[in-house]
């Protein structure tokens, strides 16, 4: 039985392999912030002083698809460098924005643009038009809906909201699914630099009618979401772009999340970290038969392990499997020792089984 068990525990662990992805040969990295650093969205990038270079993706990783100058870039034209984090527990994707441009376009129908693109769960495929769908019902039963593309103007311009979302459901745009903030000092047309500093939340399922049955994507620590953007100049032509510049090297990465790279949210830095920490979870596998399977999530160098699973026995395995004999609440203990010395993590009364 216990084979069977961890058999079974093995597949609750098991992860998905990753949809096909643009430019397979690039893997970019999502910075984790300490949750007591997490960035505040003022505009200002003090807060991302503590991402490291390697982090920030320039113009030369774009290229244009469009006006068809390839990688063949001009920094006085237009230069970006954008960094992106995120913070282990809460679902949000944080983007750190500057750019500098030789003419800031604010036409309220289009003007110069930050587009981003997200499939954070790679479900993949057209989320924008589905051709098996009448138009307007293709607009509200699937536009967006897996995956999401915000239209970010910069900046908005006076009377303009900050972004348009190009799918059903505007409401993913605004608080508590979003925010933002802008800094910069140049007018309609002038040259300058301006900074963006955002967040957003990726979702699986966002529907048209609103938050109430939607389904926020998982971000989890080591796993690859499916990301990429594009930066839309116009000059003084409101009509035609200076330059479409994207990060899938492929137009079609607003509408279909399969054209979108590979970005993977990176673990805690090990400067913020204790050089040994004791974490774990655990999943009641058989309520009838009260077994519970453990799965140590510690950190750091560590050779050895001791569970106290409350009821008077312990286990020295990495993941156990117990089984209780009595109904009830347990104070469970994991110790984790190695080299640089030991760690333990108390869940109080977490453990319940009847």
Request: charged fraction near 25%.
């Amino acid at each position: 039985m216990i084979a069977i068990l961890t058999a079974l525990l093995g597949c609750l662990l098991w992860t998905a392999p990753t949809q096909a992805l643009e430019r397979p040969d690039k893997e970019f990295k999502i910075f984790q912030f300490p949750a007591n650093m997490i960035p505040r969205i003022d505009g200002q990038i003090d807060d991302w002083e503590m991402v490291p270079a390697t982090y920030i993706i320039g113009t030369d990783e774009l290229s244009d698809t469009v006006m068809d100058k390839g990688t063949n870039h001009d920094p006085q034209d237009l230069d970006v460098a954008v960094r992106v984090g995120w913070v282990k527990g809460l679902n949000r994707l944080y983007f750190l924005y500057e750019a500098s441009d030789d003419y800031w376009n604010m036409y309220y129908r289009r003007g110069d643009i930050f587009e981003i693109a997200v499939d954070a769960d790679l479900s993949g495929g057209p989320n924008i038009n589905n051709s098996q769908l009448e138009r307007w019902d293709s607009h509200f039963r699937f536009k967006g809906v897996h995956a999401q593309n915000y239209h970010i103007f910069t900046p908005p311009g006076e009377g303009r909201d900050w972004v348009f979302v190009w799918g059903c459901q505007p409401w993913i745009s605004a608080l508590p699914y979003a925010n933002h903030a802008y800094s910069y000092n140049f007018k309609e047309g002038e040259s300058g630099r301006l900074v963006l500093e955002l967040w957003i939340t990726p979702f699986d399922y966002a529907p048209y009618e609103g938050p109430e049955r939607a389904v926020i994507s998982q971000l989890i620590e080591n796993e690859i979401i499916g990301l990429s953007w594009s930066v839309l100049d116009y000059d003084e032509d409101n009509q035609t772009y200076e330059g479409f510049w994207n990060l899938s090297h492929k137009t079609r990465m607003d509408s279909n999340a399969s054209n979108l790279v590979a970005f993977r949210l990176m673990p805690l830095a090990s400067r913020f970290r204790k050089e040994i920490e004791a974490q774990w979870s655990f999943t009641v596998i058989d309520m009838d038969r009260r077994m519970v399977a453990f799965k140590d999530l510690s950190y750091g160098d560590i050779t050895s392990w001791l569970w106290d699973f409350d009821d008077g026995t312990t286990s020295t395995e990495q993941h156990p499997i117990h089984q209780y004999e009595k109904a009830g609440q347990y104070v469970v203990v994991l110790t984790a020792k190695g080299p640089a010395g030991s760690a333990r993590r108390i869940k109080v009364n977490e453990v319940v089984v009847k």
